[in-house]
């Protein structure tokens, strides 16, 4: 189901640059970011890159989902609630 699923992370400066019809989430309200608001998930449905892609300047990955679960459960992504 999500074997075509690519995510990379970007620094947060960068979403002004994001095409939120080219990508899963719709808006800046569905984005996922990391714990102190730098940096943020981004996923598509491959094997088309959205075009701003190659003008993103702090782009990780890019990941599959068990790579990005993995990243996810990190202190950077989660916090734990006591």
């Given at each position: 189901?999500?074997?075509?699923?690519?995510?990379?992370?970007?620094?947060?400066?960068?979403?002004?640059?994001?095409?939120?019809e080219e990508i899963l989430f719709k808006s800046y309200?569905?984005?996922?970011?990391?714990v102190n608001?730098?940096?943020t998930i981004l996923k598509w449905d491959g094997p088309t890159t959205p075009s701003f892609y190659d003008n993103l300047n702090t782009k990780?990955?890019?990941?599959?989902?068990?790579?990005?679960?993995?990243?996810l459960s990190t202190p950077e992504w989660y916090i734990e609630s006591n």
């Open positions: 189901m999500f074997e075509n699923r690519v995510f990379i992370i970007i620094s947060t400066v960068e979403i002004p640059f994001i095409n939120f309200n569905d984005l996922i970011l990391s608001k730098t940096k990780e990955g890019p990941y599959t989902i068990s790579e990005i679960t993995q990243i």
